[in-house]
């Protein structure tokens, strides 16, 4: 399983995880050993591109996965 599936998975099942990422994304996705691309499609919200890297077109993205970089 890639390191951005594994997220995804955990983002959804474990809340000292979500609330890690939404205090410091970059931290937990360099311990989920994300690819430049793949944290880019997160900073940028890019849910189509996070499926489409994810390898499913039906990537369950918890509103912190998507939400971390609002402003």
Known sequence: MSGLNELLRDLGSDAKLEKAYQEDP?????RYRLTEEERQALRDQDIEKIKSLSGSTTASLSNTTVSSYDE
């Open 26 to 30: 970059e931290s937990v996705m360099e």
